[in-house]
């Protein structure tokens, strides 16, 4: 099979790597790769050919209109280039919970990433995943106040990369689910608790205040927005936060 990836970071470059040591065709594209999806630059001669396309493209702005705008016009991008060249799988990675918080630009904009590609011609898969232990860090730097973490005790329920990669593989791989399918590490901890369990193992000496009003990159949360589903059935990753310390810290 042939498979084009938008996005080379974390999770792409990952994916990329395990689909073609499995003997895929495999071209994971970005903007050095002359790939612009906000214009459609370069998406056409890219996707041609291809089966399944994976968009794990993001935003570099987080701004509330910038961001909007970014997945609008990329997804729009990607979608009809895909329909020109019959690609048979469009796949995004998106957020648990984006549809909860609806406080937050950044979820809007994935919410409006998910409906053009459930109205868009190309069969699809949606795979929402909780946050990746590789943020916590990002999460605490966001919070600090004066030298000070300020973390709210709302859970998440957080993930390894590379146990998303491993799911994410399964699911290009697969027929098209024309749905939407969650996965989630196995432990809901608070974020507080995350980023206090994150210096003990690096020896940041930044203290964490419990603070419910922290909030989360704009939203005020609660313990359900950032958890799986309740009845979603949601895929649960092996691999907890204290093996993923102890392999990564």
Partial sequence: MKFVIFGTGLIGSQVASKLGEAGHDVAALGRRSGIDTTTGIGIAEAVEGADVVVDLTNSPSWEDDAVLSFFRESTSHILAAEEDAGVRHHVILSIVGADRLPDSGYMRAKVAQEDLVKAGPIPYSIVRSTQFFE????????????????????????????????????IVTGAPLNGTTEIAGPEPLGIDELVRRLFAATGDKRTVTTDPDAGYFGARLDDSELTPTPGANAWIAPTTLEQWLQEHV
């Fill in 135 to 170: 943020f916590i860090a990002g999460i605490a730097d966001a919070g600090t106040v004066d030298g000070a973490v300020h973390a709210t005790e709302a859970r998440l329920q957080p993930i390894a990369s590379q146990d998303v990669v491993a799911h994410l593989a399964e």
